[in-house]
Protein backbone atom coordinates (compact mmCIF):
# COMPACT_ATOMS: atom_id res chain seq x y z
CA UNK A 1 0.00 0.00 0.00
CA UNK A 2 1.45 3.14 -0.86
CA UNK A 3 0.02 5.36 1.79
CA UNK A 4 1.49 2.50 4.23
CA UNK A 5 4.78 3.14 2.68
CA UNK A 6 4.62 6.83 2.49
CA UNK A 7 3.48 7.18 6.37
CA UNK A 8 6.18 4.25 7.30
CA UNK A 9 9.14 6.89 5.32
CA UNK A 10 7.89 9.85 6.83
CA UNK A 11 8.15 7.83 10.52
CA UNK A 12 11.42 6.43 9.74
CA UNK A 13 10.38 3.04 10.71
CA UNK A 14 12.33 0.13 9.24
CA UNK A 15 10.40 -1.53 6.37
CA UNK A 16 9.63 -4.83 8.89
CA UNK A 17 7.37 -2.27 10.41
CA UNK A 18 5.69 -1.50 7.01
CA UNK A 19 4.34 -5.04 5.72
CA UNK A 20 0.65 -6.13 5.71
CA UNK A 21 2.30 -8.86 7.32
CA UNK A 22 3.18 -7.18 10.38
CA UNK A 23 0.05 -5.04 10.63
CA UNK A 24 -1.60 -8.47 10.90
CA UNK A 25 0.82 -9.85 13.40
CA UNK A 26 0.13 -6.91 15.70
CA UNK A 27 -3.87 -6.71 15.02
CA UNK A 28 -3.89 -10.39 16.07
CA UNK A 29 -1.10 -9.80 19.29
CA UNK A 30 -3.92 -7.32 20.38
CA UNK A 31 -6.41 -9.33 19.90
CA UNK A 32 -4.69 -12.45 22.00
CA UNK A 33 -4.24 -9.38 24.56
CA UNK A 34 -7.78 -8.35 24.90
CA UNK A 35 -9.20 -11.84 25.02
CA UNK A 36 -6.39 -12.45 27.74
CA UNK A 37 -7.96 -9.59 29.56
CA UNK A 38 -11.96 -10.68 29.36
CA UNK A 39 -10.81 -13.97 30.30
CA UNK A 40 -8.98 -13.02 33.76
CA UNK A 41 -11.63 -10.28 34.53
CA UNK A 42 -13.16 -12.56 37.40
CA UNK A 43 -10.10 -12.09 39.32
CA UNK A 44 -10.62 -8.55 39.68
CA UNK A 45 -12.32 -9.43 42.63
CA UNK A 46 -10.59 -11.35 44.38
CA UNK A 47 -9.51 -10.80 48.25
CA UNK A 48 -5.48 -11.37 49.34
CA UNK A 49 -5.51 -15.10 50.24
CA UNK A 50 -2.19 -16.99 51.61
CA UNK A 51 1.00 -16.17 50.55
CA UNK A 52 -0.82 -12.63 49.51
CA UNK A 53 -1.94 -11.96 53.05
CA UNK A 54 2.55 -12.33 53.88
CA UNK A 55 3.84 -10.11 50.88
CA UNK A 56 1.32 -7.36 51.03
CA UNK A 57 -0.39 -6.82 53.97
CA UNK A 58 2.70 -8.08 56.55
CA UNK A 59 5.54 -6.58 54.65
CA UNK A 60 6.77 -3.64 55.76
CA UNK A 61 8.87 -3.01 52.37
CA UNK A 62 5.05 -2.69 50.40
CA UNK A 63 3.83 -0.70 53.10
CA UNK A 64 6.74 1.82 52.80
CA UNK A 65 7.19 1.65 56.87
CA UNK A 66 11.58 0.81 55.19
CA UNK A 67 13.76 3.27 53.04
CA UNK A 68 13.50 2.12 49.44
CA UNK A 69 16.56 1.08 49.00
CA UNK A 70 15.82 -1.76 51.55
CA UNK A 71 14.23 -3.78 48.62
CA UNK A 72 17.89 -4.37 47.39
CA UNK A 73 18.81 -6.03 50.74
CA UNK A 74 15.23 -7.60 51.68
CA UNK A 75 14.24 -10.87 50.41
CA UNK A 76 10.13 -11.46 48.70
CA UNK A 77 9.06 -11.31 52.44
CA UNK A 78 10.58 -8.29 53.68
CA UNK A 79 13.03 -10.14 55.91
CA UNK A 80 16.57 -9.02 55.50
CA UNK A 81 18.33 -11.64 52.72
CA UNK A 82 21.49 -12.09 55.62
CA UNK A 83 19.00 -13.18 58.45
CA UNK A 84 18.25 -17.12 59.23
CA UNK A 85 14.75 -15.77 59.02
CA UNK A 86 15.23 -15.00 55.80
CA UNK A 87 13.90 -17.21 52.77
CA UNK A 88 16.36 -16.17 50.60
CA UNK A 89 14.18 -15.38 47.40
CA UNK A 90 15.29 -12.37 45.87
CA UNK A 91 12.52 -10.54 43.74
CA UNK A 92 12.92 -6.69 44.62
CA UNK A 93 11.22 -5.33 41.54
CA UNK A 94 8.50 -7.50 42.48
CA UNK A 95 8.23 -5.79 45.49
CA UNK A 96 8.70 -2.71 44.13
CA UNK A 97 5.73 -2.78 42.29
CA UNK A 98 3.39 -3.93 44.93
CA UNK A 99 5.12 -0.70 47.04
CA UNK A 100 3.73 1.34 44.30
CA UNK A 101 0.48 -0.70 44.11
CA UNK A 102 -0.15 0.12 47.78
CA UNK A 103 1.21 3.67 47.36
CA UNK A 104 -1.69 4.28 44.75
CA UNK A 105 -4.79 2.54 46.56
CA UNK A 106 -2.97 1.07 49.92
CA UNK A 107 -4.26 -2.49 50.94
CA UNK A 108 -7.47 -2.86 48.18
CA UNK A 109 -6.77 -6.29 46.34
CA UNK A 110 -8.78 -4.95 42.90
CA UNK A 111 -5.86 -2.66 42.11
CA UNK A 112 -2.87 -5.78 42.74
CA UNK A 113 -5.09 -8.01 40.87
CA UNK A 114 -5.80 -5.15 38.08
CA UNK A 115 -1.79 -4.89 37.55
CA UNK A 116 -1.34 -8.48 37.25
CA UNK A 117 -3.81 -8.58 34.46
CA UNK A 118 -2.33 -5.71 32.74
CA UNK A 119 1.22 -7.64 32.48
CA UNK A 120 -0.41 -11.20 31.77
CA UNK A 121 -1.64 -9.24 28.52
CA UNK A 122 1.11 -7.61 27.86
CA UNK A 123 2.99 -10.76 27.81
CA UNK A 124 0.28 -12.36 25.72
CA UNK A 125 0.42 -9.36 23.18
CA UNK A 126 4.63 -9.40 22.98
CA UNK A 127 4.29 -13.37 22.98
CA UNK A 128 2.71 -12.62 19.18
CA UNK A 129 5.93 -11.58 17.99
CA UNK A 130 7.79 -14.48 19.75
CA UNK A 131 5.94 -16.91 18.14
CA UNK A 132 6.44 -15.42 15.08
CA UNK A 133 10.11 -15.12 15.41
CA UNK A 134 10.09 -18.81 15.47
CA UNK A 135 7.39 -19.49 13.18
CA UNK A 136 7.70 -17.57 10.48
CA UNK A 137 3.86 -17.66 10.17
CA UNK A 138 1.03 -14.95 11.19
CA UNK A 139 -2.01 -17.28 11.49
CA UNK A 140 -0.27 -19.99 13.48
CA UNK A 141 2.16 -16.57 15.75
CA UNK A 142 -1.61 -15.26 16.58
CA UNK A 143 -2.80 -18.63 17.31
CA UNK A 144 0.19 -19.52 19.57
CA UNK A 145 -0.88 -16.46 21.04
CA UNK A 146 -4.28 -16.78 21.55
CA UNK A 147 -3.07 -19.92 22.98
CA UNK A 148 -0.69 -18.70 25.35
CA UNK A 149 -2.79 -15.92 27.16
CA UNK A 150 -5.71 -18.21 27.52
CA UNK A 151 -4.30 -21.57 28.92
CA UNK A 152 -5.33 -22.60 31.89
CA UNK A 153 -1.61 -22.74 33.43
CA UNK A 154 -1.66 -19.30 34.01
CA UNK A 155 -4.15 -19.12 36.43
CA UNK A 156 -2.55 -18.87 39.64
CA UNK A 157 0.36 -16.19 38.22
CA UNK A 158 -2.37 -13.86 37.31
CA UNK A 159 -4.88 -14.33 39.48
CA UNK A 160 -2.53 -15.09 42.58
CA UNK A 161 -1.08 -11.33 43.62
CA UNK A 162 2.14 -12.78 44.42
CA UNK A 163 2.12 -14.64 41.18
CA UNK A 164 3.26 -11.44 39.65
CA UNK A 165 6.84 -12.27 40.37
CA UNK A 166 6.65 -15.19 37.70
CA UNK A 167 4.77 -12.97 35.15
CA UNK A 168 7.24 -9.97 35.74
CA UNK A 169 9.97 -12.54 34.73
CA UNK A 170 7.98 -14.15 31.77
CA UNK A 171 8.01 -10.16 30.66
CA UNK A 172 11.33 -9.30 31.18
CA UNK A 173 11.80 -12.96 29.39
CA UNK A 174 9.92 -12.54 26.59
CA UNK A 175 11.36 -8.49 26.07
CA UNK A 176 14.88 -9.71 26.23
CA UNK A 177 14.21 -12.48 23.22
CA UNK A 178 12.57 -9.67 21.10
CA UNK A 179 15.55 -7.40 21.77
CA UNK A 180 18.23 -10.05 20.99
CA UNK A 181 16.43 -11.11 18.16
CA UNK A 182 15.76 -7.96 16.79
CA UNK A 183 19.69 -7.58 16.75
CA UNK A 184 20.58 -10.59 14.97
CA UNK A 185 18.01 -10.20 12.42
CA UNK A 186 20.22 -9.58 9.06
CA UNK A 187 19.77 -6.32 7.90
CA UNK A 188 18.37 -7.24 4.66
CA UNK A 189 15.67 -8.82 6.88
CA UNK A 190 14.61 -5.67 8.57
Same mark, same amino acid.
Given at each position: ?11 ? =? ?5 ? +? ?6 ? *?? $?? &? !??? %? ?25 ? =? ?5 ? +? ?6 ? *?? $?? &? !??? %? ?40 ? *????? !? ?57
Amino acid at each position: NPRNHDQCTSMK =LPTAFCT +SETHQLLA *GS $VF &A !SVI %SVVIFLNSLNGELIFDDVHAIERNRDV =LGETPLS +SLWLHDYW *GE $VL &A !SNE %SHKSYRPLTVLSFRLNHAIHGLSPFGYHVVNVILHASVTFLS *GPLYF !SFLRDVKLSILAALLFGLHPVHCEAVSSIVGRADVLATLFGVCAFLILDRAVVAPWQR
